[in-house]
């Protein structure tokens, strides 16, 4: 990838799989040069996919965003390849599942860092040269979680509720500057997230899930639009995001345990 493109530049993390990969492959399409970046070994072969796409450049980055030391090479490689960030997608998060007193607690530790601190990291890098540009445009990933408390997900509940609120602060902050905030909030979609948070046998684990070629689609057109947020994929994800507004935490918590309590998805209705 050169200095002298012409085409925007997007810079996309958790991006070898499930939405992030589906994010960047809207941005391909749509003719964004990109740098894609996940922990994982299998972000190689994702660049390799996206740049089959006519035209555009693809690099890859291994690093891990729970790591003070992960975001800033992430901010090291953007600075060395000389390019104004056109947008950046924080896509990449985890999440654990259980009761909280029993589950890892590195585990929850390193969730915090990766939903939170690393988008606040990476934010803090990136948003003061959009600024002076004015010009640019900043998409979280956040969740239908992010309005509720989440029973035996109580973190990962927690961490996208703080992501939705610290994206929509800033999106004021920075009003009539030329940069834009887009929150996505999706709810359960086929990716691997369920198996890596420990609740397939959930009845949140076991239900019908979104594509997550839809739910990227929905994100990328309304970053375009320069929208506050968008709750992606299917109508009962809209419901659900609406819920919260109208019934008591207790409630929504009492709901949302319903859905979450481990060996749920094996109970009868």
């Known amino acids: ?85 056109d947008a950046i997608a924080l896509n990449a998060g985890v999440g654990v599942s259980g009761p909280f007193e029993r589950t890892d607690l590195a585990a929850h530790i390193n969730l915090i860092n990766l939903n939170v601190v690393s988008p606040v990291h990476l934010t803090h890098r990136l948003l003061e040269g959009m600024l002076a540009r004015r010009a640019g445009r900043i998409l979280y990933t956040s969740s239908i979680a992010a309005t509720a408390p989440g029973p035996f997900a109580a973190t990962y509940n927690a961490s996208k509720a703080f992501e939705k609120s610290f994206a929509e602060a800033l999106r004021n902050e920075i009003k009539d500057s030329g940069v834009t905030v887009t929150v996505l909030m999706p709810g359960a979609t086929k990716t691997n997230f369920f198996r890596r948070a420990g609740d397939p046998d959930t009845k949140l684990g076991a239900s019908e899930k979104d594509d997550p070629a839809d739910v990227s689609r929905d994100a990328y057109e309304a970053l375009m639009d320069g929208k506050d947020h968008v709750v992606a994929g299917s109508f009962k994800n809209k419901v659900q995001a609406t819920v919260p507004h109208v019934l008591p935490d207790t409630v929504t918590a009492e709901m949302h345990r319903k859905q979450s309590e481990p060996g749920s998805g094996k109970k009868r209705a």
């Open 1 to 85: 990838m050169t200095e002298s493109s012409t085409k925007p530049f997007v810079v996309v993390t958790g991006a070898s799989s499930g939405i992030g990969y589906e994010l960047a492959r809207q941005f391909a399409a749509h003719g964004y040069d990109l740098l894609v970046i996940a922990e994982d070994e299998g972000i190689s072969s994702a660049a390799r996919r996206l740049a089959a796409e006519d035209g555009i450049a693809v690099e890859s980055l291994r690093a891990d965003l729970a790591t003070w030391e992960g975001n800033e090479k992430v901010y090291e490689r953007i600075r060395s390849m000389g390019r104004p960030v």
